[in-house]
């Protein structure tokens, strides 16, 4: 399997997605970007918990581009942002990407795991479309 990583923000209503997520294949390892909640209310075994400054949330979960460097030894992981805030998930999305890894966007449906796809059939740019 790849490792997972996702984002644990304030909104605690979401975390149970990721708790879901995270329980519903095996991973070879999983990274929970926390907030000072998340952090000290999730206790989820066999997983990484980072924290992030909310105050400073854009240079704070951007600063983990050398912790996924140095610890994913993967070409890609996983990546769900379920919770968390827009301007995080882009940090998030540009901390991994900066560290040279690839995402795919899952999420869990039915105790299975789900892959995000823009299309569900191949488009074929016609010439009207331009």
Request: charged share 20%; aromatic share 10%.
């Amino acid at each position: 399997m790849v490792s997972l990583v996702a984002l644990m923000g304030s909104d605690t209503q979401n975390w149970k997605q990721v708790a879901d997520l995270i329980k519903c294949t095996k991973w070879d390892n999983v990274y929970l970007i926390c907030n000072d909640l998340a952090y000290s209310s999730i206790n989820l075994d066999n997983v990484k918990k980072l924290k992030f400054d909310q105050n400073n949330s854009i240079n704070s979960i951007f600063g983990l581009t050398n912790t996924f460097k140095s610890e994913i030894i993967d070409f890609e992981v996983c990546i769900n942002l379920s919770s968390g805030t827009g301007i995080e998930h882009m940090a998030l999305v540009s901390s991994v990407l900066k560290s040279g890894l690839g995402l795919r966007f899952v999420h869990c449906e039915n105790n299975k795991l789900k892959e995000f796809e823009i299309l569900d059939d191949v488009y074929i740019p016609q010439p009207d479309d331009f």
